[in-house]
């Protein structure tokens, strides 16, 4: 299963010869993780399988943020021939991403994967966890060297002071990890991803913020009302949007169905023994 389908108690009641739950992916919370181990049904993810096509997309919005893709690619059909010299001039203001601070909030295998693509663009990166302390993030590069960096993680307080863009890569929960208090605290002009779960950032706060110039740009590939976004997030100017779609590559597929399968077999090997 992936993340659109649920398995609930009564899936799992009405499937009796059920031996094991398998999501491709990282998250588990459309399962009814508890109460089917609690049923002596084995639960299992692939959490390395997604973590660099989750990492590419999250800089895939970030490129698109810092030069204004969002919108050129809006706008140049309509105005291109007509206003070519007005739109250049519209969108000369774009940033670079080396030198500035990258704040990730969540440091599993996505964030370190995202580390790892920023330290390479020669980035600063400060990341924030409540159950890591501290991780070596290995860069590796084509020619088979590589360099390692320790980064140690700070607290989310000082993640919104210093971040000139802040990625969030943390499971769902209950309440926001970013809303309105939590925009006031960033730096004005950062530009915020989430490629994680939708529901962790307040949505009219973000609208609000992105609308003042606190924040100058967001990237979305989940929400809070998915599989119907809010209108507003659609059609903000200033939002770049993608469909879910952080894992959805074709390498990523691969590993997947590779990672579960050998998870399936180290386990039925392990109960016949």
């Given at each position: 299963m992936r993340s659109a389908t649920k398995v609930k108690k009564d899936i799992i009641n009405a499937c009796p010869g059920l031996k094991i739950i398998g999501r491709g992916g990282v998250g588990m919370d459309n399962i009814d993780v508890e109460y089917a181990r609690e049923k002596g049904i084995h639960v299992i993810s692939t959490p390395a399988s997604s973590s660099?096509?989750?990492?590419?997309?999250?800089?895939?919005?970030?490129f698109t943020?810092?030069?204004f893709l969002y919108d050129?690619?809006?706008i140049m059909p309509l105005e291109g021939d007509t206003n070519f010299e007005g739109l250049k001039k519209a969108y000369a203001s774009g940033t670079e991403l080396r030198?500035?601070?990258?704040?990730?909030?969540?440091?599993?295998?996505?964030?370190?994967?995202?580390?790892?693509?920023?330290?390479?663009?020669?980035?600063?990166?400060?990341?924030?966890?409540?159950?890591?302390?501290n991780a070596e993030i290995r860069v590796d590069f084509y020619n088979g060297q590589f360099i390692n960096v320790e980064i140690v993680t700070?607290?989310?307080?000082?993640?919104?002071?210093?971040?000139?863009?802040?990625t969030?890569?943390?499971?769902?929960?209950?309440?926001y990890v970013i809303g309105s208090e939590e925009l006031k605290?960033?730096?004005?002009?950062?530009?915020?991803?989430?490629a994680s779960r939708g529901g962790v950032i307040d949505e009219v706060a973000l609208i609000e913020a992105l609308d003042s110039g606190k924040v100058a740009f967001a990237g979305l590939d989940v929400f809070e009302e998915e599989p119907t976004p809010a209108i507003q997030v659609l059609m903000h100017p200033k939002v770049s949007l993608t469909p879910h779609i952080g894992a959805a590559t074709l390498e990523a597929q691969?590993?997947?169905?590779?990672e579960l399968a050998e998870q399936i077999i180290s386990l039925l090997k392990t109960e016949n023994n």
């Open positions: 660099d096509s989750v990492a590419e997309l999250v800089f895939a919005h970030l943020g810092a030069r050129s690619n809006r030198g500035k601070t990258l704040g990730i909030i969540g440091f599993g295998k996505i964030g370190r994967s995202v580390a790892r693509i920023a330290l390479g663009l020669g980035m600063r990166v400060i990341a924030s966890d409540k159950f890591v302390g700070e607290p989310i307080e000082d993640i919104f002071k210093h971040a000139d863009f802040i969030l890569h943390v499971p769902a929960q209950d309440g605290a960033m730096k004005d002009g950062v530009g915020i991803i989430n691969d590993r997947i169905g590779t």
